[in-house]
C-alpha cells in the first residue's frame, strides 16, 4: 500500500528542513566559536602559570582555561545526553498472553510496510501513542518503537475503530516520504534538549565552582556566555519549531489517509468524535474518586464505571447508540466552538477533529467492518481491567486501609453529584457556559411577550449565544497579539490572514459585531425573565422568583470585587514562595494585615452562609473558623512557621473556592426554579386534557 504525500506536506517539510539546516549552521558557527575561545583560554591560563609560576597565578591559569571548556562542554553535552521515557506507568503485554490483539498488529503493520513494535504496552488513559528512547545517534541509527494503547480507549471502541487508531499511529512511521516528518520530530527533540535541558550543565558548573573561590568567578563568568548562546538557541529553536508543527498538522492528515487505507474512513471518523466523550468519563470517574481519598475509597474496575459514564452522558445529551457506544456527530462535537480565530504558530501537533473528519469524508474510504467490541481482542478483559485499577490506585496514599465501592453505591453517588452540579437539560445548554444576563428588573419590559419557551431556547437563540462567547474570546487574544503578549507573526480571522501589526485594527470590528449580539443576547433574557415572571404570578411564586432572581443578581454584580480579594491576597502573599530578604518579608506581613482582615471578615460571612452549611466539611469548617478568630504568626526570628502559612493559603483558596461555590448554588437554585415552573405549566396543560 502506498499514500502518496500532499503537496502540503512536500512544502512544510521543505520549510522545516530549511530552518534545520539554519539552526545547524547557527550551531556550527557558535561551536567553532566556543572552540576558539577555550583554544585561546587554555593558552592564556597556561601562558600565565609559565610566566609567574605561583599558587594564584596557577589557580588563575587552571580558573580560565576551565572557562573555555564549560562553553564547549554546554555546546556538546547533548551528544552524551539520553532521553529514557518513564515506564513506571506502563505494563508490558506479550504475544502469547494476548494473541489476537498481536494478530491485529501483524496485519496493520503488513499493511503500512513498516516494523512490528519492539515492545507493547497497555496504559491507564483514553489514548493510543508510539514513543522510543532518542538520544543524537538516534537520528542516524534506526529505532525500533513501542506501542502503547489505553485500556480506557480500548473500553470505547470496537475492534475496527481500534484498528483505525493503531494504523493511524503506525502511519507515521510508515512511507518512505514520511520519514522526513519522523526525522525533523528526532532533530527537534535534540535541540528542545540542548536549549532547554541543562540541570545537569548547572550542576557540574556548581561542583566546579564550589572547589575553589577563584574557580566560582570563571564559573559565574560561563554562565553568563552560556545564557547568552542559550538566548540565541532559544530564538533559532522557536523558528525551527513552528516550521514543525506546521508539518506535525500535514503528518497528521497523512497519517489519517494511511488508517483510512487499512481500516476505512468511518472507523477511524467515529473513533475520533467519540474520544472526547470518553476521556471525560475517564476523568469524571477519576475526580470522583479523588473525592474519596479522605473515605479511604477505591475502585475495583474503574473502566466499568467509565462505560456507565460514558452511557449516562450520553444519555444526557441524546446521543445516539450504535454497535453499543455512543455516536457524536460532527455538528454535535463543534456545537460549541463557534471561534473564528485560527493561529499557525500556535498549531498542535493534532489538527481540529473537525479538519480531520472533513478530510475522511473526502478519502470516503470504505472497508468491511468488524464491529465488536475491542475488548474482545483480550483473552480476558475484565480481568485485564482489574489489574490496570489496582496498580493506578497503588499510587494513591490512603489514611487507612482502603475499601472498594460497590459499583451500584458509584452509580447512585455519580448520579447524584452529577444532578447536583449540573443545570436541567430543558434549557438546551444555553447556560452552560453563560449566566442570565445583566439589565435593570424593576424597570425592564419584554420586546415580544408571545414567545414560547421552545423559541426562548431554541437553536438560533443557543448559535448566539456562543457566537458571542466566541467573540468575545477572540477578541481577548487578538487584544493580546496587538499587545505583543502573544509572539507571533500571522494569524487567521473568519478565513482571512492578517499580520501581527494588524491585529489592533481588526478589534473595532469585533467590538461592533459584540454589542450587536450583546444586545439580542440581553433582549432574549429579558424575554425569558418575563416569561418565568408570568408563570411564577399564575402559580402564585412571584415573590419567590423575584427574590432568587434578585438574589442571584445581587451575587452576579458583587462577584468581580469578591474574586479581586482572591487576586489581591495571591499577589500580596507571593513573596513567600521566592527568595526575600529577612527584613522586607517582616514588612511585607505587617503591611498585609488590613488585607487579611478583609479575608477573615469574608470568611465568617462564608461559614455562617445557609447555602454553603452542606458544602463545608466538619474539618474544613474547623480550620476556617480557627483561622478567621485568631492571629497567626508566620515569620519570626528569621524563619517562617510553615504549619500557619499552610493554614494561611488553605484560608486564601478556601475563599477563592466557596465564592465561586456560592456563585454556582445561586445560579443553580435560580434555574431549577425556573425549570420547575415550566414542568409545571406543562403537567397543568396535560391535566387539563
Not at 500 to 526: C, G, H, M, R
Amino acid at each position: 500500500m502506498t499514500v502518496e504525500v500532499s503537496s502540503d506536506f512536500r512544502k512544510k517539510a521543505k520549510s522545516a528542513i530549511f530552518a534545520i539546516i539554519l539552526f545547524i549552521i547557527v550551531y556550527i558557527l557558535l561551536f567553532l566559536s566556543a572552540i576558539a575561545l577555550t583554544v585561546g583560554c587554555i593558552t592564556a591560563g597556561i601562558f600565565l602559570i609559565i610566566a609567574k609560576p605561583m599558587f594564584l597565578t596557577l589557580m588563575l591559569g587552571v580558573g580560565l582555561a576551565s572557562l573555555g571548556v564549560l562553553i564547549s562542554y554546554f555546546l556538546i553535552k547533548f551528544l552524551f545526553k539520553k532521553h529514557v521515557n518513564d515506564r513506571s506507568y506502563l505494563t508490558e503485554i506479550t504475544r502469547n498472553q494476548e494473541p489476537q490483539l498481536f494478530q491485529m498488529i501483524d496485519e496493520i503493520v503488513k499493511e503500512a510496510g513498516t516494523d512490528f513494535p519492539k515492545k507493547v504496552y497497555l496504559a491507564y488513559d483514553v489514548n493510543a501513542s508510539v514513543f522510543y528512547d532518542s538520544s543524537f545517534w538516534s537520528m542516524f541509527l534506526p529505532i525500533k518503537k513501542n506501542l502503547i494503547i489505553g485500556i480506557g480507549l480500548v473500553n470505547a471502541c470496537t475492534k475496527q475503530e481500534l484498528k483505525a487508531i493503531l494504523a493511524h499511529e503506525f502511519g507515521h512511521f510508515s512511507q518512505r516520504s514520511m520519514k522526513v516528518g519522523s526525522y525533523v520530530y528526532n532533530v527537534n527533540q535534540i535541540i528542545f534538549n540542548l536549549v532547554n535541558d541543562d540541570e545537569s550543565y548547572k550542576n557540574t558548573i556548581q561542583s566546579w565552582a564550589n572547589a575553589s573561590g577563584y574557580f566560582a568567578i570563571f564559573a559565574g563568568l560561563a554562565i553568563k556566555i552560556t545564557q547568552g548562546i542559550q538566548w540565541i538557541l532559544n530564538k533559532m529553536y522557536s523558528f525551527v519549531n513552528i516550521r514543525h508543527m506546521a508539518l506535525s498538522r500535514e503528518m497528521e492528515f497523512h497519517a489519517d489517509e494511511v488508517s483510512a487505507n487499512i481500516a476505512g474512513s468511518l472507523a477511524l471518523e467515529e473513533s475520533l468524535l467519540r474520544l472526547d466523550l470518553a476521556d471525560n468519563s475517564y476523568n469524571n470517574v477519576l475526580n470522583f474518586y479523588e473525592n474519596k481519598i479522605k473515605e479511604n475509597k477505591a475502585s475495583k474496575n474503574i473502566y466499568k464505571e467509565q462505560s456507565y459514564v460514558m452511557g449516562f452522558l450520553a444519555k444526557e445529551s441524546d446521543l445516539e447508540n450504535k454497535n453499543d457506544l455512543p455516536v457524536v456527530k460532527l455538528e454535535e462535537a463543534g456545537l460549541f466552538n463557534k471561534s473564528k480565530l485560527v493561529i499557525e504558530n500556535q498549531w498542535a501537533s493534532h489538527p481540529s477533529t473537525e479538519d480531520r473528519v472533513v478530510r475522511l469524508r473526502q478519502l470516503n474510504i470504505q472497508k468491511n467492518a468488524d464491529n465488536q467490541p475491542a475488548k474482545f481482542l483480550f483473552k480476558n478483559f475484565e480481568e485485564t481491567e482489574e489489574k490496570l485499577t489496582t496498580k493506578l490506585f497503588s499510587n494513591v496514599q490512603y489514611e487507612s486501609e482502603k475499601s472498594n465501592l460497590e459499583f451500584d453505591h458509584f452509580k447512585e453517588e455519580f448520579e447524584a453529584n452529577y444532578n447536583k452540579d449540573t443545570f436541567d437539560k430543558i434549557f438546551n445548554n444555553y447556560y452552560d457556559n453563560k449566566n442570565p444576563d445583566k439589565f435593570d428588573i424593576e424597570n425592564s419590559s419584554p420586546t415580544n411577550e408571545n414567545l414560547s419557551f421552545d423559541e426562548l431556547y431554541g437553536k438560533e437563540k443557543i448559535e448566539i449565544a456562543y457566537n458571542l462567547i466566541a467573540l468575545q474570546n477572540d477578541k481577548s487574544t487578538i487584544e493580546a497579539i496587538s499587545k505583543k503578549e502573544l509572539d507571533i507573526k500571522t494569524f487567521d480571522y473568519d478565513g482571512t490572514k492578517y499580520k501581527a501589526s494588524d491585529a489592533k485594527k481588526l478589534i473595532p470590528t469585533l467590538e461592533n459585531e459584540i454589542k450587536t449580539l450583546e444586545k439580542e443576547v440581553t433582549e432574549n433574557d429579558i424575554n425569558i425573565y418575563h416569561y418565568f415572571l408570568n408563570l411564577a404570578k399564575t402559580q402564585n411564586l412571584e415573590s419567590d422568583f423575584k427574590k432568587t432572581y434578585s438574589d442571584f443578581a445581587e451575587c452576579d454584580a458583587t462577584y468581580e470585587n469578591q474574586f479581586q480579594l482572591y487576586v489581591d491576597l495571591s499577589n500580596a502573599f507571593g513573596f513567600v514562595s521566592v527568595t526575600t530578604p529577612f527584613d522586607q518579608i517582616a514588612k511585607n506581613f505587617k503591611n498585609n494585615i488590613p488585607l487579611e482582615a478583609k479575608l477573615k471578615d469574608a470568611l465568617k460571612i462564608i461559614l455562617k452562609n445557609p447555602l454553603l452549611e452542606n458544602e463545608i466539611s466538619e474539618e474544613n469548617r474547623k480550620d476556617l473558623d480557627y483561622y478567621a478568630n485568631y492571629t497567626m504568626i508566620y515569620f519570626s526570628h528569621n524563619e517562617y512557621f510553615d504549619k500557619n502559612l499552610q493554614q494561611l493559603f488553605f484560608a486564601i483558596n478556601s475563599y477563592q473556592y466557596y465564592i465561586a461555590r456560592n456563585y454556582f448554588l445561586l445560579k443553580k437554585k435560580l434555574l431549577d426554579e425556573m425549570s420547575s415552573l415550566e414542568k409545571n405549566k406543562k403537567h397543568a396543560e396535560v391535566s387539563s386534557f
